[in-house]
């Protein structure tokens, strides 16, 4: 059995050779492409999602000595890869080489190619007995440290009378600069602490309005790796539930380019490091473990930003009208909803898990101490309402064969209905995938931490269905394609009916060799909105329709030199309005030797688009843990340079310079935001010391 896994070795080495594992930015950027169509965010704080990638290119994971936690936390794998690759090992023992990969049936070159900068083969077991004196000695501290500004100066920055920042809500109190500041202790995986500080634009620092400095300050302390006591968090923390119909705080991935990546596997408690000021948890958390069971038990209090009513009939009664979840205290009204409303999360999750088969039942309680009453429209009168209610689901996940089964039920109590989820994975050859997801949300169920599949903003009001292929055509050729129909059964915001809807995706890609990479996406999506012709009475609704066409090169010049192209087209068809289009191109200059401590990323883009609604996004390089997907519209050119140096051993310095040149208008923004200029100009800059 030796001589004939030897064999395999040499026989798949020849291939390897002519492989590469693809960058860590190279796999960082298309998932944060992917989150950025669906979030319209430019600048969306992601750390959370990508910590754990960030986490395993510095500390690979050992393949020889994991669990499915671990794989699942990678986020990289298909349950069906995962269940592969613990199969092999039973039949042939521990892997020999990283190259042995190939003899996976359900791995292809693709996903080695993504995996080897985050994975490693080695004979060596970890200690998972972590004593303190180890802790100390081989724990690592971070430090980091960022400075981020627009040059140009807008409205609300303008030097007015203390009369009349008091009395208005057109000027801003702080400056324009973004200050950050993270320190934090890790010990591998099993320990971590931390503080996090944020200042806004606008916020102001350690003045009156705000005298603690930051505007926004997140501080954990986290331990992994017991057999019984598997994990404790203190101070702000995140749960992760099912497939994210019950509790979910933070992002997931939802329809991407990756058709087999529907699936969410959940990091039951994890810590918290992003500045999103609303998605997460406050207080205490434990996990315990008893053979194939564990017990997840959570509780939350924190100080949330709303809108507070008095009631005209109850002298003292005030409630809840809107939730602000921006995170923003620039103004008068913005530092007035700050922390005037207290939340209180708690709740239990037991699950039982062995290779093939995990399942979980889950109960949520969400209470606050003033009632939540917001205002009463057509779209939103099944929203909830009122102080507190529970939530309780089950979800399940299954491997038989090459069928991967997985899904989710929950109700909330302040309606009694209920949210579905259930999908299915499956590898009908090595070269063919295929997955199909159903879900029907009822338009009287909401929790208000969800993140589950769907095509609105939340999980609500929706059924869907949704059927992707992966096929590898041949050596070089590979073909993503999904297909999504959806319906709202109630009425949406700016949608006064119930209404239908459907999305296509088809993208082949060319990659013969290491080298190049080059592929083509064709997407389109059709959906409701009210129409721009009102006549006074009943809103008619029209059917939207989106097509984006892109064209994307990516080629490696020399070990160090990288060139990446693309063209993206939008067209926009609405029938109350003249048709639109929209046009993007960028060149990408990467020069990334590895004998050098200096790191340059350039890009020149023009773009060219009709209005805002024919936007375009794309990723640009920036800072670790800077995640910028600025939305390219109206007409002009920009570009950037970003420099990181990495000095000493201990540190790394970026320096990152954008520019945005308009040629079809004299002004930007509006309001507040106005710039009275065509440019607009960012600069970054952040510190990261490494002890």
């Known amino acids: 059995m030796k001589l004939r896994r030897l064999f395999l070795v040499l026989s798949f080495f020849a291939c390897a050779l002519t492989s590469l594992a693809q960058e860590k930015n190279d796999v960082i950027q298309q998932r944060i492409e992917f989150i950025s169509e669906q979030l319209e965010d430019e600048s969306p704080d992601l750390t959370n999602l990508f910590d754990q990638l960030f986490y395993f290119y510095d500390h690979p994971i050992n393949l020889n000595n994991t669990n499915i936690d671990e794989l699942n936390d990678l986020g990289l794998l298909t349950d069906l890869q995962i269940n592969d690759l613990f199969l092999h090992q039973k039949l042939f023992g521990k892997l020999i080489s990283i190259y042995e990969l190939q003899s996976l049936p359900y791995w292809g070159m693709e996903t080695i190619r993504m995996v080897l900068p985050f994975v490693r083969v080695d004979d060596k077991l970890d200690n998972l007995n972590v004593t303190l004196k180890e802790a100390l000695k081989n724990g690592k501290v971070e430090a980091f440290f960022r400075y981020q500004t627009v040059l140009e100066e807008k409205s ?48 102001q620092f350690a003045g009156e309005a705000q005298p603690y400095g930051f505007d926004f300050y997140s501080m954990h302390a986290f331990y992994k790796g017991g057999k019984y006591l598997k994990a404790v968090a203190l101070g702000d923390y995140q749960i992760q539930i099912g497939q994210g119909l019950n509790l979910w705080s933070g992002y997931a991935f939802g329809k991407t380019a990756d058709v087999t990546n529907i699936k969410r596997n959940a990091n039951s408690l994890k810590p918290y490091t992003s500045v999103d000021e609303t998605r997460f948890l406050r207080g205490a958390a434990t996990e315990l473990g008893w ?54 999360i708690a709740g239990a999750n037991l699950k039982y898990q062995n290779r093939n088969l995990r399942l979980g039942v889950a109960s949520v309680y969400q209470g606050y101490n003033k009632t939540f009453s917001k205002t009463i429209a057509p779209y939103n009168q099944f929203d909830f309402r009122g102080k507190n209610f529970m939530s309780h689901s089950f979800d399940y996940s299954f491997v038989v064969k090459n069928f991967s089964f997985f899904g989710e039920t929950s109700i909330a109590s302040h309606s ?86 459907h999305e296509v995706l088809f993208q082949p890609t060319y990659r013969p060799d290491k080298k190049l990479e080059l592929y083509f996406r064709f997407r389109q999506q059709e959906k409701a909105r009210n129409s721009r012709y009102h006549d006074g009475t009943v809103t008619a609704i029209q059917n939207v329709l989106q097509r ?74 920036n800072a670790l843990y800077v995640f910028s997907v600025p939305a390219y519209f109206y007409k002009g050119t920009r570009a950037y340079l970003m420099v990181r140096w990495t000095f000493l051993r201990k540190f790394d310095l970026w320096a990152r310079y954008a520019v945005n040149l308009y040629t079809d208008r004299d002004s930007l923004g509006s309001g507040a935001e106005m710039i009275n200029t065509n440019r607009k100009s960012e600069v970054t800059l952040q510190l990261r010391v490494k002890l």
Do not use: C
Request: proline letters at 4%; charged letters at 25%.
């Open 291 to 344: 053979k194939d069971f564990s017990l997840v038990l959570f509780g939350s209090r924190k100080k949330v930003d709303a809108t507070l009513i008095a009631d005209s009939l109850l002298e003292e009664q005030e409630f809840v009208s809107s939730i602000n979840l921006s995170g923003l205290h620039r103004t008068n009204s913005e530092i007035a909803r700050k922390n005037t409303f207290e939340e209180t």
């Open 416 to 501: 009694n209905k209920m949210g579905n989820l259930h999908g299915v994975l499956l590898a009908v050859d090595p070269r063919v995938s295929f997955s199909l997801l159903y879900r029907n949300y009822d338009r009287a169920y909401q929790t208000l931490y969800n993140n589950g599949f769907s095509e609105g903003s939340n999980t609500q009001n929706e059924r869907g269905i949704y059927f992707g292929a992966k096929i590898k055509i041949s050596k070089s050729w590979t073909l993503n394609t999904y297909a999504d129909y959806f319906t709202f059964p109630w009425m949406r915001y700016l949608v006064d009916a119930p209404s239908t809807g």
């Open 156 to 203: 609300a920055y303008q030097d007015v009378p203390d009369s009349v920042l008091l009395n208005s809500n057109s000027y801003y109190y702080g400056n324009p600069d973004r200050y950050y500041s993270r320190f934090r202790y890790t010990y591998r995986t099993n320990l971590s602490m931390g503080i996090t500080m944020e200042k806004d634009p606008g916020e």
């Open 548 to 621: 984006n066409y892109r064209i994307n090169f990516s080629y490696k010049v020399t070990e160090g030199i990288t060139l990446k192209s693309r063209a993206e087209i939008m067209t926009l068809n609405r029938p109350s309005s003249p048709n639109e289009t929209g046009f993007l191109i960028y060149q990408d200059l990467l020069i990334r030797p590895k004998t050098w401590p200096i790191d340059l990323s350039m890009r020149y883009a023009f773009f060219d688009t009709d209005s805002y609604d024919t936007r375009l996004y794309a990723f640009e390089s």
